[in-house]
C-alpha cells in the first residue's frame, strides 16, 4: 500500500494524519491516544504520525481526554499594574503544577454573567475572579456548573477568598497622619468603572472614615473627593480641592496611581509636597518610590500565588471541598518622602 504524501513547511497537524492514514480525524486521535481502535488502522495511524514526525499538542490531548488541566482568569481589564501582576503571579504557579492558563478580560458582563459560565466554560477546570463586578452573581452560577472558584477581592460568598484588609489598611494611612499632626485631611476616592467591583473601594473610605471618628474628627463629606479611578482621576480630584476655600494639610488617596495624579497637579501649581500638602497611598505600585510616595504596601504577587494555591488545593480534591476561611494577607505602611507634619501657620 501506497499512502498519499503530505508536505508543507507548516508542522503537521492532526488532519494531516488521518488523511495519510486513510481514517476519520476522530479514528486518528483515537489511535494516537491509545483508544479503541482496529489494529490495522492503530498501525496506519503510528506509521503516518511517525512519517510526518507529528507532536500531539498537550492541551488538545487533555481536553480530548476531558482532562483539561486549565483555569481561566477573569480580570475587568488586562490593562492595570495590579491585575498585571496577579495574573502573572498566577501563572507562574499554575504552570509549576501542570496547568493551562487562559485569562478572560471582562469589562460588565451583566448579572450573572461570566466568560467562563457560557461558551467557554468547557475549557477550564477551575476559575480565578479578580476584583470583578461578575464576583456576585457569577459565583453562583459557577457553583451549578460545578466549576471550582477563588476571588481575589470583592465578594466571596460561596468561594475561597485572597486579599487584604482594605479598610484596616486605609485607617492605618489616616492614623500615620493623625500622628504626624494633621487634623484637616481629604481623601481622593476611586470609582470603580464598568466590570469592577466596588468593595476595595468601599472599604477604603470606611477606614478613612473610622480613623477620623477614632481621632473625635468627623469626616466631612466635602473632604471625600470621588473621581474615576486612575492617574486622570487623581489629578481631576486634586485640582477639585485647589479650587475649595482652604486646602488640606494632606490627602491619602485611594490608590497609589491616583495619588500620581495629584502629585503632578500639586507639582504643576507650584506646591511643594510634603512642605505645603502631605500625600499618602495606598498598594505600593512599582513606580511609587520613584515618586518617593509614602504609601500602604500589598503584596500582590502574593495575592495571585495563594489565589492559584488554593485551587489547586481544591482540584486536587475533586473540586468539591468546601471554601475555607480564604487567605488575608497583612499590609504595612511604608514611609518615604511625600509627609511630614504639617507646617505651621498652614
Do not use: N
Request: proline share 7%; aromatic share 4%.
Amino acid at each position: 500500500m501506497t499512502l498519499p504524501t503530505v508536505g508543507g513547511p507548516r508542522p503537521a497537524g492532526l488532519v494531516d494524519v488521518a488523511r495519510l492514514a486513510r481514517v476519520s480525524p476522530s479514528t486518528a486521535s483515537r489511535a494516537i491516544r491509545g483508544g479503541a481502535v482496529s489494529p490495522d488502522r492503530r498501525e496506519r495511524v503510528l506509521r503516518a504520525a511517525a512519517e510526518l514526525a507529528y507532536v500531539p499538542l498537550p492541551a488538545a490531548v487533555r481536553l480530548s481526554s476531558g482532562r483539561g488541566r486549565t483555569v481561566g482568569i477573569v480580570v475587568p481589564t488586562a490593562a492595570r499594574w495590579f491585575f498585571v501582576e496577579v495574573v502573572a503571579a498566577a501563572a507562574r504557579t499554575l504552570r509549576e503544577a501542570g496547568y493551562d492558563l487562559l485569562v478572560f478580560e471582562g469589562g460588565d458582563h451583566g448579572p450573572g454573567r461570566l466568560p467562563v459560565a457560557g461558551e467557554l466554560r468547557s475549557k477550564v477546570d477551575a476559575v480565578v475572579l479578580v476584583a470583578s463586578a461578575g464576583c456576585g452573581d457569577g459565583l453562583a452560577v459557577l457553583h451549578d456548573l460545578g466549576i471550582p472558584a477563588v476571588v481575589v477581592g470583592g465578594p466571596s460568598a460561596g468561594a475561597d477568598r485572597v486579599g487584604v484588609d482594605d479598610e484596616d489598611g486605609a485607617a492605618t494611612a489616616v492614623r500615620h497622619l493623625l500622628l504626624l499632626g494633621h487634623r484637616d485631611i481629604a481623601m481622593i476616592a476611586g470609582q470603580p468603572g464598568p466590570g469592577f467591583h466596588r468593595g476595595a473601594t468601599d472599604a477604603r473610605r470606611a477606614g478613612f472614615s473610622r480613623a477620623l471618628e477614632e481621632a473625635g474628627i468627623p469626616a466631612a463629606p466635602d473632604r471625600i473627593v470621588s473621581r474615576p479611578w486612575g492617574v486622570a482621576g487623581g489629578a481631576a480630584a486634586m485640582e477639585q480641592l485647589l479650587s475649595g476655600d482652604r486646602l488640606p494639610t494632606a490627602v491619602f488617596a485611594e490608590s497609589d496611581e491616583m495619588a500620581f495624579g495629584a502629585l503632578r497637579v500639586l507639582r504643576r501649581a507650584g506646591l511643594d509636597v510634603p512642605r505645603d500638602l502631605s500625600v499618602i497611598g495606598f498598594d505600593d505600585h512599582e513606580m511609587a518610590e520613584a515618586f518617593d510616595l509614602t504609601t500602604v504596601a500589598q503584596s500582590v504577587a502574593e495575592q495571585g500565588e495563594a489565589a492559584a494555591g488554593l485551587l489547586l488545593e481544591r482540584l486536587a480534591r475533586g473540586g468539591h471541598a468546601a471554601p475555607t476561611a480564604g487567605v488575608t494577607l497583612p499590609t504595612r505602611l511604608v514611609v518615604r518622602g511625600s509627609v511630614r507634619p504639617p507646617r505651621a501657620g498652614h
